[in-house]
């Protein structure tokens, strides 16, 4: 499908042809640009990407609401202590799927 994206604000607009007015930011359609072919790849396979990170950030959220609630259970030191390591790890793998899609919209692969 044929991308457009808004020289004003970044959105991209799938469509036969641009929209008549840019639904983040009003501007015109002559204010869209029509992409090519390798920078309309590069946003489908982003939004993938950018959608398999999501779903991480999602599940380290997840995981950290498990680990809070088995701290406060305190069944015993040895739980404790995997619910605390277990709470680290998934803040650091949140972080490290934010700081790559960061670095995603730094670099324009964001659709």
């Not at 069944?75 to 899609?101: H, N, R, W």
Request: charged letters at 30%; one cysteine or more.
């Amino acid at each position: 499908m044929t991308k457009w994206k808004c020289s004003v604000c970044g959105y991209i607009h799938d469509g036969d042809a641009a929209c008549a007015a840019c639904p983040k930011c009003s501007a015109a359609a002559e204010k869209f640009a029509r992409l090519d072919e390798k920078a309309a790849e590069l946003v489908e396979r982003s939004r993938h990407t950018n959608a398999l990170h999501a779903q991480l950030i999602d599940l380290a959220r997840q995981i950290e609401r498990v680990c809070e609630d088995g701290i406060r259970d305190n069944l015993d030191p040895g739980c404790v202590d995997v619910f605390k390591k277990s709470l680290q790890a998934s803040y650091i793998q949140m972080k490290l799927s934010m700081t790559e899609m960061q670095g995603h919209m730094a670099k324009g692969k964001w659709g």
